[in-house]
Nanobody, 125 residues
Framework: QVQLVESGGGLVQAGGSLRLSCAAS????????MGWFRQAPGQEREFVGA????????HYADSVKGRFTISRDTGKNSVLLQMNSLKPEDTAVYYC??????????????????WGQGTQVTVSS
């Protein structure tokens, strides 16, 4: 069984930065890719980015490319999402998840078997 706990969300002004952390327990963290998704009120959950099990491969949604960076901290069993140059449209609940189906993390939420509870990110204009 895998448990995921996100932290680091909060309120930030446009142009600011936040770093989200996803703390994982269980063996799956080390052998499967991890993804980040977000969901704004009234909208579907959307892919943000993902990282391979080794940490050597990452890919991102076009909307965050160049602003967000995903990394692994294997010593702490966590995955980090560094968010820079934040925009009001980045406001959402952010979730981390484990993908047991692909090499570097699917862009489809249906591929992810385990999810955290989410952390709120609010960007003010």
């Amino acid at each position: 069984q895998v448990q995921l706990v996100e932290s680091g969300g909060g309120l930030v002004q446009a142009g600011g930065s936040l770093r989200l952390s996803c703390a994982a327990s269980g063996r799956a963290f080390r052998i499967y890719p991890m993804g980040w998704f977000r969901q704004a009120p009234g909208q579907e959950r959307e892919f943000v980015g993902a990282i391979s099990w080794s940490g050597g491969n990452t890919h991102y949604a076009d909307s965050v490319k160049g602003r967000f960076t995903i990394s692994r901290d294997t010593g702490k069993n966590s995955v980090l999402l560094q968010m820079n140059s934040l925009k009001p449209e980045d406001t959402a609940v952010y979730y981390c998840a484990v993908d047991e189906t692909s090499f570097d993390g699917s862009t489809l939420s249906s591929a992810y078997a385990y999810w955290g509870q989410g952390t709120q990110v609010t960007v003010s204009s």
